[in-house]
Nanobody, 125 residues
Framework: HVQLVESGGGSVQAGGPLKLSCSLS????????MGWFRQAPGKEREGVAA????????YYADSVKDRFSISRDNAKRTVYLQMNSLKPEDTAMYTC???????????????????WGHGTQVTVS
C-alpha cells in the first residue's frame, strides 16, 4: 500500500521561504517520478515541479521557475520542494504525487500519477 505523506506547509509572509517534504512509504514499488501539484480555490490543479529518478531530470512550471527547487533523498524516499520568494498567488493546497511511469512531456498531467498524498496548505500573505 503506497502512501505519500507531506509536511512543511504553513503561513508565511510574501518574499519568505518555505520547504515542503513528501515521504514515500512503500518499498516494493519502483517510482520513476515524484511531483508536486497545487490547487487554489476555484482554480485547476497545477503541476508545480517534478523529479525523475532516472538521470535526475527536473521540471518546473514557468510560474515557479527560478523560485522553487525540487530535490530528493533516495535513501529516505523523500522529495523536497524548496520555495523561495513566495508570492500571495502561491497560496494553495500543495500535494505530492508519484508513479512508476510518468511520461516527461506531460509531467504536469495529474492523470499520469497513480499515488497521491493528502496535501499540505501553503498560505502567503
Amino acid at each position: 500500500h503506497v502512501q505519500l505523506v507531506e509536511s512543511g506547509g504553513g503561513s508565511v509572509q510574501a518574499g519568505g521561504p518555505l520547504k515542503l517534504s513528501c515521504s514515500l512509504s512503500e518499498y516494493d514499488v519502483t517510482i520513476n517520478c515524484m511531483g508536486w501539484f497545487r490547487q487554489a480555490p476555484g482554480k485547476e490543479r497545477e503541476g508545480v515541479a517534478a523529479t525523475y529518478t532516472g538521470g535526475g531530470r527536473t521540471y518546473y512550471a514557468d510560474s515557479v521557475k527560478d523560485r522553487f527547487s525540487i530535490s530528493r533523498d533516495n535513501a529516505k524516499r523523500t522529495v523536497y520542494l524548496q520555495m523561495n520568494s513566495l508570492k500571495p498567488e502561491d497560496t494553495a493546497m500543495y500535494t505530492c504525487a508519484a508513479d512508476e511511469l510518468v511520461r516527461p512531456p506531460i509531467w504536469t498531467a495529474p492523470t499520469e500519477y497513480r499515488y497521491w498524498g493528502h496535501g499540505t496548505q501553503v498560505t502567503v500573505s
